[in-house]
């Protein structure tokens, strides 16, 4: 059983920069693939970015490409999602999410593990 828990959310104004962060307990999280999803009031979840285990893959949404970037250190059992230029649309719970076995995908229920959210608010 993995735990993921997000940190890192906020109030922050349109053009600025937020890093979250999503610690995972359990000694299996370097061979994960690792996944940010986030969820608007009355929208579907959808995909945000997802990395490799061995940090070889990123895979972004068109909606932030060039903007955010994942990252993760298997040291510390953390993946990160460096968010700059952030816009109001970018207003959601932002979830992490774990896969166990293959490649990233886009699909939330491909993945075996989530965390609970954090807040990511951008005002205009």
């Known amino acids: 059983q993995v735990q993921l828990v997000e940190s890192g959310g906020g109030l922050v104004q349109a053009g600025g920069s937020l890093r979250l962060s999503c610690a995972a307990s359990g000694r299996t999280f370097s061979s994960y693939t690792m996944c940010w999803f986030r969820q608007a009031p009355g929208k579907e979840r959808e995909f945000v970015a997802a990395?490799?285990?061995?940090?070889?893959?990123?895979l972004y949404a068109d909606s932030v490409k060039g903007r955010f970037t994942i990252s993760r250190d298997n040291a510390k059992n953390t993946v990160y999602l460096q968010m700059n230029s952030l816009k109001p649309e970018d207003t959601a719970v932002y979830y992490c999410?774990?896969?166990?076995?293959?490649?990233?995908?886009?699909?939330?229920?491909?993945?075996?593990?989530w965390g609970q959210g954090t807040q990511v608010t951008v005002s205009s």
């Open positions: 999410a774990a896969k166990k076995i293959g490649i990233a995908t886009t699909i939330p229920p491909d993945y075996d593990y």
């Open positions: 990395i490799s285990w061995n940090v070889v893959r990123t």
